[in-house]
């Protein structure tokens, strides 16, 4: 499919060719999912809302559920003001959930519709019942990303709900980054183990990895509660997942509760989970217990059992931002060579980290944000390399390359294990290590002459 | 809520009917604003219509969003460029919001046309194109005038619509191109096969009956499609609507102006295709042709009906539910589904018409429930209410039915088998034997004895 694409590379300032990124709403959308009892609401054309749930469905294999506000002609000439009441009003009467959580679109934004003054309106005027909230974020989509909307949901969550009543609690909060719900429930394995009382906010798991139960749950009994949502205020630290992500929210809580926030990486690979194991256990006041210390042993042992066929490899990564830094610093630990690493997102901070992070293995690594895949594509055309780690969209750039490939990150569109397996912790540093090594050794088994194929590797 | 408690909206009650009662239709309205619909946009119409046109450039004039979502996601292949497998957008930002984004699309137009030197452009339309207020008509002319290709614009903001008119901004769009070919070597046996996008490669087996019988395929539109087959496709003295959902309107417009006419078929199941084949031969009236097509029924039929019955064994009495886009498709399953032994209990449809409902009420059983722009909720309702064994929809059903624990067959574009023709009816069969008749039932809990007496002794359940 990728064959028309050439090795000069050209300066492109117009357009993006093959994106590694989406729009706004459909992260605000993932991060309303993780509150539970909570309807993700869409304000704009229902096509956006169709998409969003189309494309999450096709990452999680869940069910999706959202409403929309259904824009028509009438809506973006007039505004959308009445559409948006007359949803809340179905939204309640129908589907009733705890809580609304809006997002806006590009059509929204560019109409201009004060959504603070309409849910104001709402709520004066007996629309939204007693105990049940509306909240909202603003995701125009030709800002920042996909990782940007989940960013300012996870924000309105501490705008809206965090409330402080004075007495401070022994609880942490953690903000997880846009991180699968398999992940979620790595972390509050961790934070479990470790011994602290948290909250974690937003939280999917058991809302999109659900068990076959026969019945069709609107609102899985799952996700952070609103209880939970206003007791952040209470709380004595907030540890945030992914600086892109979660550090706004983090910042927000800080001044509007006066609850100290830690923004650290994500904890993929050995170094960021230490450092977020490290930040529980200064927390909980507490030892890193003595099964967990095993677990991570067993990770460094399996980087060593795999060193000889990890070192000097050649990497191009692409992602998220918070994904791709995380990431890199694992392949870099593994011994491997960050040759490129790209994201979507703007932002010039990606490609200072990486650069940091490379700059004893590879001073010259290319670095870029708002970038796209047909430009990494290109670029490994002039530059060669080893291994290629992102999305299910690098498939066709792993195919016309005969790369070994390694998905990672949003979206998985065509495999499944990213639903059961988590990325993060000792556990998803040992996963990803075995999904590497085994990238090569598929690679070298199906390839190498038949006197050359190894059976001990 | 949960599905034991779901009740029919109120608004919605009209949209839902079961066959034996008497009930008024109300369909084609709008989806309620704060609903959970199941439908998408105009963009969405037109840009899975025209996007099969594999060596045009299809670029989206917008926020990154609407080309990242529509990505590839449909199995429409190509026996030649695939060009349109790429995505190509504008990428709106900030600035173009407040300032207009004319120059940015222009100079995208230029950009790609130049590397990839595609055969036409189209440019799609956005909902905040006409907000910013682009003149997109105008920058396509000026491209085209300096690029020496046809650059067309696809009006197909979010908000004009659901799909439909979305594909009807497609057709307009692809119209723009018809006319402008040759049509010098088209026989007067030759036909346009509408709304056929070649998912899982079905354009090419349908393609091939028609050679057989000696019947000239001017163009598929748009499966497969090229820019110089929609140029010299009315010189084709037949038009054949398939997808009528997407593509009546393009029939009507090469009715209108070129006075073809056109008759609408469909190629799923073995009796909708050889009625379509028949219809096809009956109307160019030549024995030759009528002869060739009975012996080709005749000898397809004759090919898979035995495995046909060995499957249709195994089928015998399970219960369907269908969910799909448009009307025509449901009919042609209802009648697919009946030749495997199986009853459809529910049918519905994101865009069918009042026509089109009282069509498919009159080929449904009794007691089918039949709905009209429906929801997660409704349909979950339904397939437990019906004790369903096997549900076809698309993307966003799949997951529901698989968390009831009823089988699923993917009908729409996510399909990666061809489901047309005669050897398709094999295909579908075997698809939908293989979910139905899967273990993994077994292990569901509404079908699981093991579940029902699983219990765990309490002094386990304690510790």
């Known amino acids: 499919m990728l064959d028309g694409t050439t090795a000069e590379i050209r300066e492109r300032k117009a357009l993006r060719v093959n994106p590694a990124k989406t729009c706004q709403p459909i992260g605000a959308m993932y991060a309303s999912l993780g509150i539970r009892g909570c309807m993700p609401h869409s304000h704009g054309s229902q096509g956006c809302c169709a998409y969003h749930r189309s494309h999450l469905t096709r990452h999680y294999k869940e069910p999706v559920v959202a409403t929309t506000s259904s824009f028509t002609e009438g809506a973006s000439v007039f505004g959308g003001l009445a559409n948006l009441q007359t949803s809340l009003d179905n939204i309640f009467s129908i589907y009733d959930p705890e809580m609304v959580a809006v997002h806006t679109t590009c059509l929204s934004e560019v109409i201009g519709d004060d959504i603070p003054m309409i849910i104001k309106k709402a709520t004066d005027g007996g629309k939204v019942p007693e105990g049940k909230v509306v909240i909202h974020a603003n995701t125009p989509s030709f800002q920042g990303s996909h990782v940007t909307g989940y960013a300012n949901m996870v924000t309105a969550f501490v705008n809206y709900m965090a409330e402080s009543s004075g007495e401070t609690k022994n609880t942490v909060n953690i903000f997880p980054g846009w991180v699968d719900p398999s992940d979620m429930r790595e972390i509050k394995r961790l934070a479990e183990w470790i011994g602290i009382d948290f909250i974690l906010a937003p939280d999917t798991s058991d809302v999109l990895d659900t068990p076959q139960t026969g019945e069709y749950m609107m609102y899985p009994d799952a996700g952070t509660t609103i209880d939970e949502l206003k007791a952040m205020g209470d709380s004595f630290l907030t540890i945030g997942l992914g600086p892109l992500s979660v550090t706004d929210a983090a910042e927000k809580l800080e001044k509007k509760c006066k609850v100290p926030g830690k923004v650290m990486d994500l904890p993929i690979g050995l170094k960021a989970t230490d450092a977020f194991v490290d930040a529980l256990r200064l927390a909980a006041e507490k030892e890193v217990p003595e099964d967990l210390k095993k677990e991570r042993g067993r990770l460094i042992d399996m980087i060593s059992d795999m060193s000889q066929y990890t070192y000097d490899k050649k990497v191009a990564l692409f992602g998220d931002p918070d994904h791709v830094v995380a990431m890199t610093q694992f392949v870099v630990d593994l011994g491997m060579i960050p040759a490129i690493a790209i994201t979507g997102t703007p932002g010039k901070a990606f490609e200072r980290r990486i650069k940091e992070i490379c700059k004893d293995v590879n001073p010259d690594v290319e670095a870029r944000a708002f970038s796209d895949i047909h430009f990494l594509h290109q670029w490994i055309k002039n530059h060669p390399v080893d291994l290629l780690i992102g999305n299910t969209y690098g498939k066709f750039v792993a195919k016309e390359e005969n790369l070994p490939f390694v998905r990672f990150g949003f979206p998985i569109m065509d495999r499944v294990g990213h639903r059961a397996f988590p990325l993060l912790g000792y556990t998803g540093a040992m996963r990803t290590l075995e999904k590497i090594t085994d990238a090569f050794f598929d690679k070298r088994d199906r390839e190498d002459p038949d006197h050359e194929v190894e059976l001990i590797l | ?463």
């Open chain 2, 1 to 463: 809520m949960k599905t034991e408690t779901i009740e029919v909206l109120k608004d919605r009650s009209s949209q839902i009917w079961e066959k034996g009662k008497d009930q008024k239709l109300a369909c084609d309205r709008k989806s309620l604003a704060g609903s959970v619909t199941q439908r998408a946009c105009a963009f969405c119409g037109s840009r899975v219509v025209l996007y099969p046109i594999a060596d045009a450039l299809h670029i989206v004039h917008g926020p990154i969003g609407c080309a990242a979502y529509n990505w590839d996601i449909r199995g429409a292949l190509s026996s030649g460029p695939q060009l349109h497998r790429n995505s190509f957008s504008t990428d709106l930002a900030e600035k173009e919001v407040v300032f207009g984004g004319e120059k940015k699309l222009e100079a995208s137009l230029l950009e790609l046309i130049e590397y990839y030197k595609p055969r036409a452009a189209f440019v799609y339309s956005t909902c905040i194109v006409g907000l910013i207020g682009d003149d997109v008509e105008a920058i396509c002319k000026s491209v085209g005038r300096k690029t020496g290709i046809d650059v067309i614009p696809v009006d197909s903001p979010g908000f004009k619509g659901t799909k439909k008119s979305g594909y009807q901004a497609a057709c307009e769009a692809a119209f723009r191109l018809v006319g402008t070919g040759s049509t010098v070597g088209i026989s007067k046996y030759s036909i346009n096969l509408l709304g056929e996008f070649n998912i899982a490669g079905e354009a090419w087996m349908i393609r091939e009956y028609f050679e057989k019988i000696g019947i000239q395929v001017v163009s598929t539109i748009t499966g497969d499609g090229r820019v110089n087959d929609l140029r010299r496709c009315h010189g084709a003295t037949l038009n054949l609507v398939q997808c009528s959902g997407s593509m009546t309107h393009l029939a009507k417009l090469l009715k209108d102006h070129y006075d073809i006419p056109f008759k609408r078929v469909s190629f799923f199941g073995f009796e909708d295709t050889a009625r379509s084949l028949y219809t096809t031969v009956e109307y160019f009236n030549d024995p030759e042709l009528t002869l060739r097509a009975e012996k080709l029924i005749h000898e397809e039929i004759a090919k898979y009906s035995a495995e046909l019955k060995k499957y249709k064994k195994l089928l015998k009495g399970k219960k369907a539910a269908l969910y799909v886009g448009g009307a025509f498709k449901a009919f042609s399953l209802v009648l697919a589904l009946r030749n495997l032994g199986m009853k459809t209990v529910l049918a519905g449809t994101q865009t069918g018409s009042v026509e089109d409902y009282e069509q498919l009420k009159d080929i449904c059983d009794e007691g089918t429930v039949i709905v009209d722009d429906s929801n997660p909720l409704e349909l979950a309702k339904f397939v437990l209410e019906k004790d369903v064994d096997l549900f076809i929809g698309g993307v966003k059903e799949r997951p529901i039915a698989f968390k009831l624990g009823v089988a699923f067959c993917d009908h729409n574009h996510e399909r990666k088998t061809p489901l047309s023709g005669f050897e398709g009816m094999l295909h579908f069969a075997r698809e939908v034997a293989n979910s139905t008749l899967s273990p993994i039932w077994q292990f569901a809990p509404r079908r699981s004895q093991f579940n029902k007496s699983f219990s765990v002794p309490e002094t386990i359940s304690k510790t």
